[in-house]
């Protein structure tokens, strides 16, 4: 299969997978294992349902070593991180801020 034809969903789990393997890499090459993991926007609102499972479960497993912060507007997968500890940022005079 080709990187181009396939879907946008698809691509957005491919370039996920792909950067999780090259942190993987550069962890073995170091010797170290990042504390904290950043995703953003990592279901890209094109993942289709399965995906988003499948992104959830990814970020299950990096939590049980690391502080994984996700930023999403994906309702989907917003509903599965409920009962997480969540920050809620809102944009005022064109600076983001935290909301209370």
Known sequence: MLFRSTSNGE?????????????????????C????????????GSVDRAGVVGI???????AKERQVFVTTHDEK??????GCETLTLKKENDVTVLSS
Request: aromatic content about 10%; hydrophobic content about 55%; proline content about 2%.
């Open 77 to 82: 997968l917003m509903s599965m991180l409920q």
């Open 11 to 31: 691509k957005q789990r491919i370039n996920l997978a792909v950067s999780q393997a090259f942190a993987y890499v550069m962890m073995l090459n170091s010797g």
């Open 56 to 62: 959830y479960n990814m970020i299950f497993e990096l």
């Open 33 to 44: 294992v990042p504390s904290v993991v950043f995703l953003d926007e990592i279901t890209g």
